[in-house]
């Protein structure tokens, strides 16, 4: 039995504001199948602490970042959690990272360094029944992990998984001391990044071995592009780097047996729950597929491209609905968006029942993300015959089969890709989803190719294993 610590921000079923949490939350119990044994190292956030039964703490820090903190053990929805509650740090309103305003927090270098600290002493062996052989870490959250197990003498080795790149984690270099780093390590061969402390920079340098969530984004993150300042780093330690495809939770998101739907088994069985979603949406009937987007309103969602491209879908008779929360001149772009057309629904807000209608009652879910290291809603719309429409780029390259015609004639089309990751090319791939769409046959043919691809996390967990085994 290997014994994994997961040091992370976020893990369903607590606490999520993204894919990091699904996979945070599902990959344990996938590792358990291949003699793995994970504990899920969690900031104790106001949201996390109210879902958990307070018990003996199984560690006591008296001084972790300017007050006492402590290690609460639970299992929840089947994961063992090792809950950080640490008040002075995570007990506050506003969001997991930042402000009401959406600001992040001033401290966040405290905040998640105390969660690399604690990684680091369970490690040690602060935990009286249980140590880890590997410490497992996720995104820049994590990144401090490795200075700490340098400082308190370990060799233990350090997994880390990119999630998205985009975030770096960086303090000022004047917090060196309030975070008990070594100031000789504050160098470009450890964890300086342009005269700051980077905890991913940390984090990569420290790393035994570093995977990202799909061999597209892992290639991706070489070039200058896509790496975001880092992609010198990755290309020096090509030799650590793998790409391993996210899953998705099988159980949760399965349209035979989720409760938020009209179930179904095949895809003529969507259509209730179409009707049901273009009446929950106040959209009409129409002709076109009716599409659904389930994100984060950013930049790197591809929203802006979305609206510019979005008369070839509603002008030739398909539909939107959306649901999203983010960006506020994004979230008033759409809105206004969707004064202007019948044919475009938009909620604005997180609403996790609903997204599960949408995967059931979609015809066609878009991914156009100028960026995507996996995705996940392209891999629920696979499972739910809700064909993905999605920019050729990192996860989403990797995990739909566009319908060309060499994929239409050996019948394993899943999917629609798009590239340039721009406008023109979207507008191009709505023609190609309504010509599509219009022969009834060819349509049922896709999604019965995407209903059966497998979309689990049989093989990422194998393939975990496997790199559990080449560091120990
Ligand atoms: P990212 O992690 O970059 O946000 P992913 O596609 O990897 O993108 O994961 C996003 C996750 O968050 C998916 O599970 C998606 O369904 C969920 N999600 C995003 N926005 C919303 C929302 N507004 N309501 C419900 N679920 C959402």
New binding site residues.
């Given amino acids: 039995m290997t014994k994994v610590l997961f040091v992370v921000s976020e893990c369903?079923p607590l606490v999520?504001?993204?894919?990091?949490?699904?996979?945070a939350g599902a990959l344990p119990a996938a590792l358990a199948q291949y003699d793995v044994n994970v504990r899920v190292l969690l900031p104790g956030y106001r949201t996390v602490m109210a879902q958990v039964q307070k018990s003996k703490p199984v560690a006591t820090y008296n001084n972790l970042f300017g007050n006492s903190a402590d290690v609460i053990a639970c299992q929840i929805a089947g994961v063992d959690f090792l809950i950080l509650d640490a008040p002075h740090l995570y007990d506050r309103d506003g969001s997991i990272y930042g402000d009401a305003t959406g600001a992040d927090w001033l401290d966040n270098p405290e905040r998640f360094a105390a969660l690399c600290k604690v990684g680091a002493g369970i490690a040690a062996g602060d935990l009286p029944d249980w140590q880890p052989d590997i410490v497992h870490g996720h995104d820049w959250h994590a990144g401090l992990t490795p200075e700490y197990l340098r400082s308190a003498g370990l060799e233990t080795p350090f997994v880390f998984t990119i999630?998205?790149i985009a975030f770096h984690g960086n303090a000022s270099a004047q917090k060196l001391a309030d975070l008990s780093l070594d100031a000789d390590r504050f160098t470009s061969d450890h964890f300086e990044f342009w005269g700051q402390i980077s905890a991913l920079k940390a984090g990569l340098m420290g790393a035994t071995k570093i995977n990202t969530?799909s061999q597209t984004y892992a290639d991706e993150l070489m070039t200058p592009e896509f790496g975001l300042g880092m992609d010198g780093i990755l290309q020096a330690r090509q030799s650590d780097m793998s790409g391993i495809v996210?899953g998705?939770d099988l159980d949760a998101w399965n349209p035979q047996t989720d409760p938020n739907i009209t179930k179904f088994k095949s895809p003529a069985g969507k259509s209730k729950n179409k009707t049901a979603l273009q009446k929950t949406f106040g959209l009409g009937k129409a002709d076109g597929p009716l599409c659904v987007l389930?994100?984060?309103?950013?930049e790197?969602?591809g929203i802006d491209l979305l609206l510019d491209a979005l008369p070839a879908l509603l002008d030739n008779g398909g539909q939107l609905a959306l649901?999203?929360?983010?960006d506020p001149a994004l979230e008033v772009a759409l809105l206004k968006a969707a004064a202007k057309h019948q044919n475009l629904s938009v909620?604005?807000?997180?609403?996790?029942k609903?997204?599960h209608q949408m995967?059931a009652g979609g015809d066609a879910i878009l991914?156009p993300?100028r960026f995507?290291?996996?995705?996940?809603?392209?891999?629920?719309g696979l499972r739910y015959g809700t064909v993905p429409l999605v920019a050729l780029t990192g996860?989403l390259a990797d995990t739909v089969i566009n319908a060309s015609p060499a994929a239409m004639a050996r019948k394993v089309a899943t999917g629609i890709q798009f590239f340039p990751i721009n406008a023109h090319a979207f507008a191009n791939a709505f023609n190609r989803l309504l010509t599509l769409y219009s022969d009834k046959d060819v349509w049922r043919s896709i999604q019965r190719n995407a209903m059966k691809q497998p979309v689990g996390w049989e093989a990422a967990a194998q393939t975990y294993k496997d790199l559990y085994e080449s560091v120990l």
Avoid: F, W
Avoid at 372 to 380: K, S
């Fill in positions: 369903a999520k504001t993204g894919g990091l949490a699904d996979v999630h998205n969530v996210n998705i389930v994100s984060r309103l950013t790197q969602k649901l999203g929360s983010g909620k604005i807000g997180y609403n996790e609903l997204s995967m991914v993300s995507e290291p996996c995705g996940l809603t392209q891999l629920y996860g």
